[in-house]
């Protein structure tokens, strides 16, 4: 009510201030060379694999005019930094290069396998943060209760398990033994929505279920820690507001801007979850082609790969950074410079 | 692979009413949550390091194939043996070995050289800690396993050439760690006065800094050092780590995994022990928390 | 045998139609879905499409292109030739011309009439292509000779022209017009050709849909109404699907103990093919160390395939001295002069060539039975002090590594129906192949003759030689004829599935228009 009220102060005015913009602005300009040194990065990374490119793109039958003018044409003779600036330049434009393999554009291949990645990758998202939400709120409510040893038990057990070794093992019980699932293979959404949400179950499950506990154990400690610590809270239950909307409306929400900052700093860690667990499922994604790439010394797929969800980090990052700062200044700021 | 952030992970340094409450309880509960999974860990190290210098053990590699997928409980072979012939059972052991020495290395290569950078980022402020936080953020936004496996791909795998692929990791987590916490301590009423009586710069890091974030750092690094031994294994499952032949927990769950519908349990074996050995690492940096109460 | 060459080697034309029958299961009934899986590493890659002038993966990818396009000539059980797209042939009495006799009646399922000059198209087509996978005849005009006649002139006489039709690109018919509409990219994607089914959808190296062709020349066939191959990662990830009903069929399983599992699984069928390509060891004879016959006899004299074959395949196969196996012609499981098992010799000579002072390469292809035998040879050559790193590789990457001439010793399979034909011995072993570590003069002429002739007996002797010159020069020991089953779920019927087929490539090809359901 009154005090509820005074907490949240309109959005719009707290946007519209002007230390906010500026907050923001600064983080963009923080993460532009950010972005700018992932890429060298890549580039210097990649440089490491032997291979000579324009004799595996043409074949064995090549003669040796034909591959160097490939050469050429590649600019695979010429030093590292022009080969970089020209490298940039194409991805700047857009042009991620070509495969090494088949001569397909890295874009293409990029562009079709992606949106199975990115399902997963929601799905797995989407379904631990809800149940990460409940989860962590049931324990939080009542700190040692039921609920919240179970949370400990289940979280521990994520935080500790091998994804690679849970995906075997609900490939054994739930597609072997229980045929509740596939085992393999993908049905796109738009032939059959419920066989696409089923094919990727388990894989979700095998990527969200660490991330899971994750998000649980840090909510569960947020919440709990607003409760009996922060001021207004204990104002609150002072002036005999029910402990469960308090939490609700309140601690939860506060407790979400941790974990939001912690779910941009994770998207980092994703491509090496889904570079193992497609393979396992054979899900033709953006995973799948990473690792085969690599093997194949691939340079441009595996450059363009890495620059597209480096990318799409620094991206989220700064997205969550702005959007923690903007909605609540006050606090958040003080405690992200201490 | 999904190493979720530190900080964040390791919930905040204001979980103290827990802890309070779990004082109050009774000291035995406690103590077996510290001691037990520590006891784990003994066992485990004393296992993997002293007891095949100890006892002869079959040859992890060089297993005859007359004895090729023999199921556990066979003579001489109480894990049984793979498609060919290694003994399981020392397997483990020096797949153990294996994923000790490399969170140790990495862990601790990460402890110094990341605690330093972040200690001093957080220490001088400035220009020294754009450019430091900038590098940091540089090497966490690149997938941490992609660069693993180029350099595996590239250089050959080996040990040594994984702890450095991890290493490029570990020091930025352990960085943004040590940098957060020295911030955190720069405030204090004795850093003020150190800087005051005018000690030189290095000096206060190391008699003030250094001993104060040490327990938080240790706390922290018992979690990481279970993360990187399930990323060694995610290398060795995927064949960018150690090589085959060679024996590793993860490469073993790769092998088995050929053969899951035929014998389950070289799946199982390597994975029970690879679960066991990161959940006592993780219970115990969780009870060494809560009796620090950090 | 003789039956078998007999069958094989017939110089004149036949025109029986396609007559694999179903075995004991049941009679086949039309209709159904069929989804067949294969692993990736080797046949459930198709990472540059289907067409036969640029998949370099060839003749792995056969059961896709089969389907798609059918053959001309079919290998059926018991090493008939069966024709499919032709009706038959002649091979002149100098083996240098032979006329091929193409169906009638046939269109691609574009429309496009199939006749002799869309068959000479596709295979000058495929001589110019620059494809490791093209065919290697020594061609000197391919024309068409009537509507439906189509004669080709070679500038060497060769007698296993037709054997050797199995394993090469030239057996895949595409449509012309729809290569040229649409252009290599795309057609490589989504190819048109005359075979039992047509393309519905194809993502390379993950699944290939494809239904029923209406307008298949042979009446009632195809018996399935779509036909969807998956790529799964391995042996055991095909099982699982299997058994989570995913799929009826799994293509080439060859991990042991998961063949002796599936056998007591009363759900499914495991069909053993026959071989025909023994697994051996190739040595670069071209680079140290293996430049030295010393070192190379060593590596025979360190080699005991017994206990390996008993413990690890369970005595499956039958170990062999050559590179013919059971299920081809000119059959010899023994090679005169053959360097046995002699630990103490290979001590000596691992000394004499200086072999216990490098590390040998030792490759292979990333497929379960191929490492485990790799890793049994590790520890038995370490024995007697020969060090050495394994190395296991997907199909690319491993024609790479051929193809730059850097590899010490890679384990392979060498040997075909015929040895003429594709991997047979000159690819493993003739000066001009790019998968050899052999440039012996010698040994190319041996086994040009045996190919040139058309008389078996003459044949199979030259091919006795030529085995027995490899083993006397230690180019490379072999192992045993290895040959991969097939498992398929009770209820599905066809030759490869519940029937045995000699293997053209490593791997026998389903004859999928005969596939069905049981009824």
Redesign the interface.
């Known amino acids: 009510m009154a005090v509820a009220e005074e907490l949240r102060p309109g959005i719009a005015a707290r946007v519209l201030g002007s230390p906010s913009l500026r907050l923001a602005g600064r983080r963009l300009l923080a993460a532009i060379p950010v972005l700018w040194g992932v890429t060298f990065l890549t580039y210097v990374v990649m440089n490491l694999l032997p291979g000579d490119a324009a004799q595996?793109l043409?074949?064995?039958?090549?003669t040796p005019a034909e591959v160097h003018q490939l050469e050429l044409q590649l600019h695979l003779n010429e030093p590292f930094w022009v080969r970089y600036g020209h490298w940039l330049a194409g991805v700047l434009h857009g042009n991620l290069g070509t495969s090494v393999?088949?001569g397909e554009n890295v874009t293409t291949i990029l562009g079709?396998r992606l949106p199975l990645t990115a399902e997963l990758l929601g799905y797995a998202f989407v379904a631990s943060i809800v149940l990460a939400v409940g989860l962590g709120v049931l324990a939080a409510r009542k700190p040692n209760g039921i609920a919240d040893r179970f949370s400990i038990v289940v979280s521990m057990t994520g935080l500790s398990v091998a994804p690679y070794v849970l995906a075997l093992v609900l490939?054994?019980i739930f597609?072997?033994r229980l045929?509740w699932f596939?085992?393999?293979?993908y049905t796109s959404p738009s032939v059959n929505l419920a066989e696409n949400l089923k094919s990727l179950t388990l894989p979700a499950v095998a990527i969200g279920f660490p991330l899971f506990s994750v998000y649980t154990r840090l909510l569960r400690a947020d919440i709990v820690e607003q409760m009996q610590r922060e001021d207004y809270i204990v104002t609150a239950r002072a002036k005999g507001v029910p402990p469960w909307r308090i939490l609700l409306r309140h601690a939860l929400p506060n407790s979400m801007f941790g974990l939001i900052t912690l779910i941009g700093l994770n998207l980092g860690t994703l491509v090496g979850a889904v570079a193992i667990i497609e393979?396992?499922f054979?899900l033709?994604g953006v995973g799948a082609i990473l690792i085969?790439s690599i093997?194949?010394?691939d340079v441009p797929v595996v450059e363009g790969i890495v620059v597209v969800f480096a990318a799409v980090v620094v991206v989220a990052n700064l997205l969550t950074d702005v959007l923690y700062t903007a909605l609540d200044p006050r606090i958040r700021y003080e405690r992200s410079a201490s | 692979m999904s190493a979720p952030l530190p900080e964040l992970l390791a919930p905040d340094a204001a979980v103290k009413p827990v802890a309070a409450r779990a004082r109050a309880r009774g000291g035995w509960a406690r103590g077996l949550r510290l001691w037990l999974p520590a006891g784990f860990l003994l066992l485990m190290l004393g296992a993997c390091f002293v007891w095949p210098n100890i006892y002869t053990l079959p040859n992890p590699?060089?297993?005859?194939?007359?004895?090729?997928?023999l199921p556990p409980l066979s003579p001489g072979h109480v894990f049984g043996t793979d498609?060919?012939?290694n003994d399981v059972f020392s397997r483990i052991l020096y797949g153990g070995q294996i994923s000790f020495e490399v969170g140790f290395a990495v862990t601790a290569i990460g402890l110094v050289v990341g605690g330093l950078l972040g200690i001093a980022a957080g220490y001088w402020g400035g220009a020294v800690d754009t450019i430091i936080s900038r590098v940091l953020d540089v090497l966490i936004a690149f997938p941490a396993l992609v660069l693993a496996l180029v350099i595996a791909e590239g250089l050959g795998p080996s040990e040594l050439h994984v702890i450095w692929a991890l290493s490029v990791f570990s020091v930025p987590v352990y960085g943004r760690i040590a940098r957060s916490a020295t911030l955190a301590l720069r405030e204090q009423t004795f850093m003020l006065a150190a800087r005051l009586s005018g000690t030189r710069g290095w000096r206060v890091m190391l008699r003030h800094i250094v001993p104060n974030i040490t327990p938080q750092l240790m706390t922290f690094s018992l979690l990481g050092f279970g993360v990187v031994i399930i990323l060694e294994g995610a290398l060795s499952f995927l064949?960018f780590g150690i090589?085959?032949?060679e024996a590793s927990w993860g490469s073993m769950i790769a092998q088995g995994?050929?053969?899951?519908?035929?014998?389950p349990d070289l799946v199982l074996i390597p994975s029970a022990f690879l679960f066991a050995t990161v959940v006592s690492l993780n219970l115990l940096g969780d009870a060494l928390r809560e009796r620090w109460a950090i | 045998m003789l039956a078998l060459t007999a069958a094989a080697c017939s110089s004149a034309s036949s025109s029986s139609s396609s007559s694999a029958a179903p075995a004991a299961n049941g009679a086949p009934r039309a209709g159904g879905s069929l989804t067949v899986?294969e692993a990736t590493g080797y046949s459930g890659d198709w990472?540059?499409?289907l067409d036969p002038a640029t998949n370099?993966d060839g003749a792995a990818d056969q059961d896709y292109m089969d389907a798609v396009y059918g053959e001309l000539f079919e290998l059926g059980p018991k090493g008939a030739v069966i024709p499919d797209l032709a009706t038959g042939y002649s091979i002149s009495t100098d083996a240098k011309t032979i006329t091929l006799n193409i169906r009638q009646g046939v269109t691609f399922t574009d429309g496009t009439a199939f006749n002799a000059a869309a068959v000479v198209w596709n295979i000058n087509r495929d001589l110019k292509s620059?494809?490791?996978c093209k065919p290697t005849w020594p061609v000197k005009s391919v024309t068409a000779t009537g509507p439906y006649t189509v004669t080709i002139v070679l500038s060497a006489p060769d007698g296993a022209f037709i054997d050797e039709i199995f394993d090469s690109t030239a057996d895949w018919i595409a449509s012309p017009t729809a290569v040229q509409k649409m252009g290599e990219k795309a057609f490589a994607v989504k190819p048109v050709g005359a075979g039992p089914f047509e393309v519905v959808s194809d993502?390379?190296?993950?699944?290939l849909v494809l239904k029923r062709n209406p307008g298949y020349w042979q009446k009632g066939r195809p018996y399935l109404d779509n036909l969807t191959f998956?790529?799964?990662?391995?042996?055991?990830?095909g099982?699982?699907?299997l058994?989570?009903?995913?799929g009826q069929v799994y293509v080439d399983m060859s991990?042991?103990?998961?063949l002796?599992?599936a056998a007591k699984n009363s759900s499914v069928e495991v069909e053993n093919q026959l071989s025909t390509s023994p697994y051996d060891l190739q040595l670069n004879t071209l680079t140290p160390p293996f430049n030295n016959p010393k070192a190379r006899q060593a590596i025979y004299a360190a080699t005991n395939f017994a206990?390996?074959l008993?413990?690890?395949f369970d005595n499956m196969y039958p170990s062999v001295q050559g590179f013919t196996g059971p299920g081809g012609i000119c059959y010899d499981p023994t090679a005169s002069g053959y360097q046995g098992y002699d630990p103490t010799l290979a001590k000596t000579l691992v000394q004499q060539s200086g072999l216990d002072q490098v590390t040998i390469n030792l490759g292979t292809i990333q497929n379960?039975v191929a490492?485990?035998t790799t890793?049994?040879l590790?520890?038995?050559w370490?024995a007697v002090g020969i060090k050495s790193?394994?190395h296991?590789y997907?199909l690319?990457?491993l024609?790479?590594q051929f193809?730059s001439g850097k590899w010490q010793s890679m384990v392979q399979t060498a040997g075909s129906f015929d040895p003429a034909a594709g991997v047979g011995v000159g690819f493993r072993f003739s000066s001009v192949s790019?998968f050899s570590g052999v440039h012996d003069p010698h040994l190319d002429s041996l086994l040009n003759q045996a190919a040139a002739l058309t008389d078996m007996s003459q044949r199979c002797a030259l091919y006795t030689q030529a085995a027995n010159y490899i083993a006397k020069q230690y180019y490379g020991p072999f192992y045993f004829a290895f040959a991969p089953a097939n498992v398929a779920v009770k209820g599905v019927v066809g030759p490869g599935l519940t029937q045995p087929l000699p293997a053209v490539v490593v791997t026998p090809t389903v004859l999928w228009e005969d596939v069905a359901y049981s009824s």
């Open positions: 595996e043409l074949g064995a039958n090549a393999v088949n079709a490939i054994y597609a072997v045929q596939p085992a393999i293979g393979p396992i054979s033709p085969q093997s194949d010394h | 590699v060089r297993g005859s194939v007359l004895e090729a997928g498609p060919v012939g064949g090589p085959l032949p995994q050929q053969t899951l519908s035929a014998s | 899986l990472p540059d499409g370099i620059a494809c490791t993502t390379l190296s993950s699944a998956k790529s799964v990662a391995s042996d055991e990830a099982y699982e699907a058994l989570a009903h995913e991990t042991p103990s998961l002796q599992q206990p390996i008993q413990h690890v379960l490492q485990e890793e049994a590790q520890t038995q370490a790193t394994i296991a997907a690319a990457p024609i790479a193809t790019p």
